[in-house]
């Protein structure tokens, strides 16, 4: 197992559980909190772990390649391959998310000599992505980016959270609240992410819905105890501002959200339950 720092959090994991269940209905149940629970406190005692000292829970689906009828999940190798298709469709299975570029980057190659197959076009150089920094990565000193950024009004907090979150990509976020001071607010009290990021994860980083918004963008479904539960119908009128959504999209938005928080606090409902 592994218990890793994130911001004023840490997060504990991993479980390794079969399933039947369809991905989207997946979810950490109170079996898995307990035993993680159990297993960092033989490693911190100290710590003295309650599941009321859970802030929220995910899980989710290994794609796992299975070479024998008879092996168990937990047996079989990571690894990915790629697949050529009679029509013509080149399909990736298995992997896992720490090899992300090597599987994209070899998914491009064959793509690539499959095209230079059918016209004879020029295969393309080594790609560089191995030595290309990540959106937001091409900044040199965190600390002189932070200062610039107060100096714009923002407290140090902000600045060092929207520094950490987005890089170089940090002032595009500071622009938005310095021409819309109403994006200058909290998403969530107490949390010093902006409304701005809201924002810019729809301008800048493809985010088209509520989920996407709240629990992979700002993460503040993650690290904030109300899960942004109290803010949702505010933040989602002002989602529907960048996105054009009707009422009834509005509507499916926020289902949509509140379901996902009640899937990562169910196990709270599991513990309470008799027996």
């Not at 030595?131 to 200062?147: I, K, N, S, T």
Request: proline share 7%; net charge negative.
């Amino acid at each position: 197992m592994f218990i890793l720092p994130w911001g004023n959090l840490s997060y504990i994991g991993t479980t390794d559980t079969d399933t039947t269940e369809e991905p989207d209905t997946v979810r950490a149940t109170a079996e898995d909190v307990i035993y993680l629970l159990r297993s960092a406190n033989a490693y911190y005692p100290e710590a003295r772990l309650q599941p009321s000292d859970v802030v929220s829970t995910w899980a989710g689906l290994r794609p796992l390649l299975r070479a024998d009828d008879s092996a168990s999940p937990s047996a079989l190798p990571r690894e990915h391959r790629i697949v050529d298709s009679a029509s013509g469709l080149i399909s990736i299975v298995g992997g896992k998310l720490t090899t992300y570029r090597v599987m994209a980057a070899q998914v491009v190659d064959r793509v690539a000599r499959r095209l230079q197959q059918l016209d004879g076009r020029r295969l393309p150089g080594r790609a560089p992505t191995d030595q290309e920094p990540l959106p937001g990565g091409a900044v040199h000193d965190l600390a002189v980016l932070a200062r610039d950024i107060e100096r714009e009004g923002f407290t140090s907090e902000v600045a060092e959270h929207l520094v950490r979150c987005y890089g170089s990509e940090a002032p595009a976020v500071a622009r938005l609240g310095r021409s819309d001071v109403t994006l200058r607010r909290p998403i969530v009290p107490g949390h010093p992410a902006l409304r701005a990021e809201l924002v810019h994860a729809i301008q800048r980083e493809m985010a088209v819905t509520l989920v996407d918004l709240l629990v992979r963008r700002t993460h503040v479904f993650y690290e904030t105890p109300g899960h942004a539960v109290a803010e949702a119908p505010e933040l989602v009128e002002l989602a529907a501002r960048e996105l054009n959504w009707d009422a009834a999209r509005k509507a499916v938005e926020l289902t949509a959200y509140l379901k996902e928080v009640e899937r990562s606090i169910a196990f709270l409902s599991e513990l309470a339950a008799p027996g």
